[in-house]
């Protein structure tokens, strides 16, 4: 039997009320149907990480754990004034490592624009710490009218195909980066 690829689902909110919980009710279900990942659910209100930059602090090794034994990763972002979250940088800022070499798709809402303007501004991010973006997301104008609190999605329109099209090239770089990192780790390149 081949090994399951880790995918790691991050939360970009930590506010009080976050839509965020709905993204991620209806992103859970539709992971269900992709048996070649298991999924660890990363919310960081779940940690008690310190208020300043303290990557040895024992909550933040807890996160760095998990965030190492990810082989991707999928953001739950919004988008607040423009950007993503404070929270999300500073989780995202705490180390490193564990995002060189490995693959980053992106679930975003918000207004208007759904969420893609924190979206591209994490890309600038993450090609800083190595890692590879996956080129489609999937986005969200108006959750808090399209999700119920349980995740349903009321009026899909294309989140469907493109939920499945980003997935397609999730696993295509997934699997691409393991091989990768086992024939060479990555370590020793980023230095």
């Known amino acids: 039997m081949q090994k399951l690829m880790r995918l790691a689902v991050i939360y970009g909110s930590t506010r009080e ?3 965020c919980d709905r993204v991620v009710k209806w992103l859970r279900k539709e992971l269900a149907g992709f048996a070649q990942f298991e999924i660890d659910i990363i919310d960081p209100l779940a940690f008690s990480l310190p208020a300043q930059h303290l990557p040895h602090h024992p909550e933040a090794r807890r996160l760095a754990d998990r965030l190492h034994r990810a082989d991707g990763f999928i953001l739950v972002t ?3 004034n423009h950007s993503f979250t404070a929270s999300l940088k500073f989780l995202i800022d705490l180390f490193a490592e564990p995002w ?36 489609d997301a999937v986005s969200f104008s108006s959750p808090w009218r399209r999700l119920d609190p349980e995740g349903l999605l009321q009026d899909p329109g294309d989140a469907l195909r493109r939920f499945a099209r ?3 090239q999730l696993q295509w770089w997934t699997e691409a980066l393991i091989a990768a990192r086992c024939d060479r780790p990555y370590a020793g390149i980023a230095a």
């Open 100 to 135: 060189h070499g490995k693959p980053i798709a992106f679930v975003c809402y918000g207004g208007v624009s759904g969420g893609l303007r924190a979206v591209e501004q994490l890309r600038l991010v993450f090609a800083e710490l190595h890692a590879v973006t996956i080129c």
């Open 78 to 80: 919004p988008e607040y």
């Open 166 to 168: 980003m997935m397609r």
């Open 17 to 19: 009320g976050r839509i």
